[in-house]
């Protein structure tokens, strides 16, 4: 029977742990309201720099028991000296929920990591590097120099972004669109040379000290140096965890979570002045000392601290570095954003959305070129043909890309696209189906039972590989946007490759290629050229002829040229095509042609003349006999 005895005194115990571990977290919990409620009250005080949670520490040494935890600049006792300083004694214990919660004060004082930059630092952390990679130096043109805290994404497009501190990408006298410089200029004040991007979003307040610049002029690697972990999840750090970071002053270095749900008060200097950060703190790690028992430097600004696990380190981030103690401060410790708040308010993830979750883009934008060019309008004689198709609307928005369908047809009336040559992707078109649009009625859509047994080619009206840009991404999704067969019209060959040496699917090409154009942007419209003759095959009406109109700034000025393809389908049972031929034309010839009515903007930039009817002209037989 002992041994009864000795399971249900372990039992007891246990039950008891339980109890008490349960009354502390419903402490905690209490503590932390309190925090987030009444904190930023006490940092009114000019002595106090931080309100925070921790086990209290007496005579140098840590206890078991919580206290609401207050930093201060000066710590005395003395009434008078308390008076001197214009402050009040902290009071012993604060009652919270009904329990008397005791305080500890501690003297300590904190500045952003990135007043004093020293020089001892790897070479490696300091140089330009390419790829780029987090750990290593970077900053605003106008800031000395942090670190690279990791590689995020933007959550609506998945742009990859470097993520850092406010202070170090921003900074009191930045703004955004400033020129991020990797590394930063207390490193190298090459700053031509050294451009890594432009600063895009920002935050200095309750959130964090936090902001992202976009890569424009460098490769990533989105392991960070010498941990060589990815990070892949946000965690939230508790009393007690323990943490690494590597930055770009002290490298890598353990520590502590010593107080949690803190807020902190911090000068920023110049208009900015003093901020209150909402953070958590971090203390050395006794069984990993840092070297010169500094776990943080000037430069380390940034650094993610990442959750280590019996002395690994795992992939979860803790925390976005940003400050430390200041130089007279007579403790070692480090402060991090909570990284939830900091993605948040960021708008970012640790991985690109997948094409299903990329946000939706707003298709063609009539401002891409600086100037307000709108879709084509049908005449009044077309509008009782033009479908109402998405949610009540007859425009049809899509991935870079519009189009507005005609009802009898099945097909668009036109197709309105834009492309950033500067940003193209290469990617494989393997294993994209063509689909309908579910969010479009079934009969206003011609399939497959179109295309199935004959010679038939699914011909794209926005060509595939102009929609291709932007972040990888949206790119993928626009890949895939260009499959629907809203954007897709019959062709003997895919016109946008064959058409007469290539002429028809190498125009955009073309006009990058023979143009001096402006930020390699251009505008296309495009659609096919629907007669009463069209034959019929299958139940529809087959388009022979197609249009096309690029839009493009060169010299500060915009141009538009126009475009025919013509087709003449005979012997149409067979699928005989007689000649594919290309022809320069006008906007004014295409709306004669076409029933549409362009812009007058767009009409204003057709300055080409084409004085012979299009049945005299000679068709293009190349790029080169384009006429720019």
């Not at 349960?22 to 309100?51: C, H, K, M, Q």
């Not at 270095?253 to 209150?276: E, P």
């Not at 043909?385 to 097909?411: C, K, N, P």
Request: glycine content about 8%; charged content about 30%; overall charge negative.
């Amino acid at each position: 029977m002992p041994p009864q005895k000795a399971t249900a005194k372990s039992a007891k115990k246990t039950r008891k742990d339980d109890r008490a571990a349960d009354r502390e977290e419903d402490l905690l919990a209490a503590l932390r309201r309190f925090i987030r409620v009444r904190g930023e009250d006490y940092l009114r005080d000019p002595n106090i720099t931080s309100i925070g949670i921790g086990y209290k520490v007496t005579d140098g040494r840590r206890t078991p028991d919580l206290s609401v935890q207050f930093t201060v600049n000066e710590k005395h006792s003395a009434p008078d000296a308390l008076e001197a300083l214009g402050t009040a004694a902290v009071p012993r214990s604060i009652t919270v929920d009904g329990v008397e919660v005791p305080t500890d004060v501690l003297e300590r004082r904190y500045e952003p990591a990135f007043k004093v930059v020293p020089e001892p630092v790897a070479v490696q952390r300091k140089a330009r590097i390419d790829p780029i990679v987090p750990g290593v130096s970077v900053g605003n043109v106008r800031v000395s120099a942090g670190t690279i805290g990791g590689i995020v994404y933007d959550r609506a497009d998945g742009t990859p972004y470097v993520l850092s501190n406010w202070h170090v990408l921003h900074g009191p006298d930045g703004a955004l669109g400033d020129d991020i410089v990797q590394p930063g200029t207390h490193d190298d004040n090459r700053t031509d040379r050294n451009r890594l991007g432009r600063l895009v979003r920002s935050h200095l307040g309750i959130a964090g000290d936090c902001a992202v610049a976009d890569i424009e002029d460098r490769e990533f690697d989105p392991a960070t140096i010498e941990l060589d972990v990815v990070p892949e999840q946000l965690g939230e750090p508790e009393l007690g965890d323990t943490v690494v970071k590597s930055g770009r002053t002290t490298g890598v270095t353990h520590g502590i979570v010593r107080r949690v749900d803190t807020i902190v008060k911090i000068d920023y200097g110049g208009d900015v002045g003093v901020r209150n950060i909402g953070c958590f703190e971090i203390g050395p790690d006794p069984d990993h000392p840092a070297a010169a028992a500094q776990i943080s430097r000037g430069g380390d600004s940034g650094s993610l601290w990442m959750f280590t696990r019996a002395g690994q380190t795992q992939t979860v981030v803790a925390g976005l570095h940003f400050g430390g103690e200041s130089d007279t401060s007579p403790d070692d410790h480090a402060l991090a954003c909570l990284p939830a708040s900091v993605f948040e308010k960021l708008a970012i993830s640790l991985r690109p959305p997948t094409v299903h979750e990329v946000e939706e883009t707003g298709g063609y934008d009539r401002d891409f070129l600086g100037v307000r060019i709108d879709v084509p309008v049908p005449a009044a004689s077309l509008r009782d043909d033009v479908a109402v198709t998405v949610d009540g609307q007859e425009i049809v928005r899509y991935t870079h890309f519009s189009l507005q369908m005609r009802a009898s047809r099945r097909f668009p009336f036109w197709v309105a696209w834009n492309v950033d040559g500067g940003s193209l992707k290469g990617l494989s078109r393997k294993g994209i189906k063509f689909v309908k649009d579910p969010r479009i009625p079934e009969d206003l859509q011609v399939g497959d039972e179109l295309y199935s047994d004959n010679d038939l080619d699914r011909g794209h009206l926005a060509r595939r590989a102009d929609l291709l840009w932007g972040s990888l991404p949206v790119a993928k999704k626009a890949n895939t946007d260009s499959f629907f067969f809203t954007n897709i019209t019959p062709q003997m060959d895919d016109f946008n490759q064959s058409a007469r040496a290539g002429v028809w699917g190498q125009l955009e090409d073309a006009v990058l290629a023979d143009v001096d154009v402006e930020d390699l942007k251009i505008s296309v419209f495009g659609g096919p050229v629907f007669q009463d003759d069209d034959r019929v095959y299958r139940g529809v009406r087959l388009p022979r002829e197609y249009w096309k109109v690029l839009v493009f700034r060169e010299d500060g000025e915009l141009s538009a040229r126009a475009f025919l393809l013509t087709q003449n389908l005979v012997q149409l049972e067979a699928l005989e095509l007689d000649e594919f031929r290309v022809f320069q034309t006008s906007v004014p010839e295409l709306e004669e042609r076409t029933g549409l009515r362009f812009s007058d903007v767009l009409r204003d930039a057709d300055t080409l003349a084409v004085p012979e009817a299009l049945e005299r002209r000679t068709p293009l037989e190349g790029t080169d006999d384009i006429r720019w």
